[in-house]
């Protein structure tokens, strides 16, 4: 993924020792320009000459290797151009159905069977050249490897962040089936991680679902800005040939084009974004994770053994471990946006091969966060709640205080006098003596000259101090019920936006398709 040589606007310089008009090369061998091998390119492919050919840096600047993820985005990238130059007759018909048929080649051969080259777009089009002579050369006519890489990157990235939004959505689908299970099932809640006040496993979930949801959001928004088309921006000042940037844009799947064309080649913000977005998911992620290692310390739920482990010398030992790894991955993830942030902050426009090292912090970020968030999704849905245990400790540490003193405020006392005569029970035994000396004490009267005792002992209660939170959004089972509808509804409105996104690239990748088989 490296930037353009100087001529590289138009067709690629032809090799000195090849003849250019398809005949007998001018060095006198016997070989033809069609069956041109890599020694006759020589180990530099079509871009680097002479001075620029070797040196103990060669190594440092290649990134053939890496650049595996991208060829077959690559070889789409070439295609769609090859059939734009020939609709718009920049080279012949026959031409562009020998370079398409070459690249099919190409792909049949696969990544491991490229020339060397600097990147794996000089190495496919120097493979291009093998096999069909100089000719090969004008695939690259009308554009800059500038251009060409930032369409290669965008290509591929779509395909990854669809990937990574599904397991969203799948994660989401697992949180709501579990609240759907658990509307009633009581369990603590704890704010600093003391029990603070009673909820629902429903409303945990739920919580859980609605930050996963934004997370979705935020992927699809990154989405639209990645899908749009930088190929015809060339080097970075556009070309003086007649092409159409509209039209490989909808051969590739793009909905439009990235207008200025040194933006179009130099711009990487797309891949800062989607970093962000998927570290973003990744610290929901990690939450989750620590909720639910700290939830099965405390016996209140059971990992499936799918993703448990056990130790090497304690046999009774049931660990977490997948879910460390979960929430391991927001640090990975958080790293990523800083390298990135750091790779490309201050970079002047246009082109920098500093922007060779960027991809690589978006392509390790999405294949960690999304493998975390399938991980997380299947752990949430194979769990097992311990509905004794979480009712049994829904009330621990006087979690339901704060609803003794909200029906004391209720019913005309002062709310701070209220928070102060609970605090005083707390200390005494939080139950209804407790309760009943701190009003002597505070109020000097009986608490029930202000509130039944019905009413209070139905306070303490957990089951019905959830119940009694009834507020939009709040934990009761009928509160919970439009929180739960509201969750599906935003699920299924997310999957058919997914679906309609996945069909509209296979759409593009057969309309593609079937413009090359007209030509081969």
């Given at each position: ?49 002479d ?95 500038n ?27 697992s ?9 009633e ?51 970075f ?10 039209r ?10 990235v ?15 989607t ?12 939450g ?18 799918d993703?448990?482990?056990t ?40 082109y ?12 390790e ?116 019920a ?33 413009e ?5």
């Amino acid at each position: 993924m490296t930037e353009e040589s100087a001529h590289g606007d138009g067709a690629v310089e032809p090799d000195p020792t090849i003849a250019t008009d398809g005949g007998e090369p001018t060095d006198g061998t016997d070989d033809e320009a069609g069956e041109r091998s890599s020694s006759a390119l020589g180990s530099d492919g079509v871009v680097r000459r002479d001075r620029f050919s070797g040196g103990p840096a060669r190594s440092f600047l290649s990134s053939l290797a890496a650049d595996r993820r991208i060829f077959e985005a690559d070889l789409e990238v070439d295609r769609a151009h090859t059939v734009m130059l020939a609709e718009r007759d920049i080279i012949g018909d026959d031409v562009a159905g020998e370079i398409l048929t070459a690249l099919d080649a190409i792909e049949v051969d696969g990544h491991g069977s490229l020339p060397d080259g600097e990147d794996v777009h000089e190495a496919i089009e120097t493979a291009v050249i093998e096999r069909i002579g100089a000719e090969g050369g004008k695939m690259h006519t009308a554009r800059s490897r500038n251009d060409e890489v930032a369409a290669c990157i965008r290509y591929r990235l779509r395909e990854d962040v669809l990937e990574a939004i599904e397991t969203t959505l799948a994660l989401r689908e697992s949180l709501i089936d579990v609240a759907d299970d658990h509307r009633e099932t009581i369990m603590p809640g704890y704010t600093h991680l003391q029990p603070a006040q009673p909820t629902t496993v429903a409303h945990w979930a739920l919580a859980y679902e609605g930050a996963v949801r934004r997370d979705t959001e935020r992927l699809l928004a990154a989405y639209g800005r990645i899908n749009e088309s930088p190929l015809g921006g060339a080097a970075f000042a556009g070309t003086t040939f007649d092409i159409d940037r509209e039209r490989t844009a909808d051969l590739l799947g793009f909905e439009g084009v990235v207008e200025n064309s040194m933006d179009a080649a130099s711009s990487r913000d797309f891949l800062l974004e989607t970093t962000q977005a998927l570290s973003t998911h990744a610290t929901t992620l990690s939450g989750l994770a620590e909720d639910v290692i700290i939830f099965a310390n405390r016996g209140f739920v059971d990992l499936a053994d799918d993703y448990s482990s056990t130790s090497s010398i304690m046999p009774q030992k049931k660990n977490p471990d997948t879910l460390e790894l979960v929430r391991a991955v927001a640090g990975d993830a958080a790293g990523g946006v800083q390298g990135l942030t750091t790779t490309l902050k201050g970079l002047p426009r246009a082109y920098n091969r500093d922007l060779q090292r960027a991809t690589t912090h978006a392509w390790e970020t999405v294949d960690a966060v999304t493998e975390a968030s399938e991980v997380a999704a299947g752990a949430v849905a194979t769990a097992d709640w311990d509905e004794e245990t979480l009712a049994a400790e829904a009330g621990e540490g006087f979690s339901t205080a704060t609803g003794v003193a909200d029906l004391l405020a209720a019913n005309g006392l002062p709310f701070r006098t209220a928070h102060e005569l609970v605090a005083i029970a707390a200390e005494g035994g939080a139950d209804y003596d407790a309760l009943e000396a701190a009003a002597q004490e505070v109020l000097g009267e009986s608490l029930e000259a202000h509130v039944e005792r019905e009413a209070v002992e139905a306070a303490l209660d957990p089951v019905e101090s959830v119940a009694s939170r009834d507020s939009q959004g709040g934990p009761a089972p009928e509160a919970v019920a439009p929180q739960l509808e509201a969750a599906r509804e935003s699920l299924a409105t997310d999957a058919d936006d997914l679906a309609a996104l996945t069909d509209a690239l296979e759409a593009a990748h057969e309309r593609l398709r079937s413009e090359v088989n007209g030509y081969v």
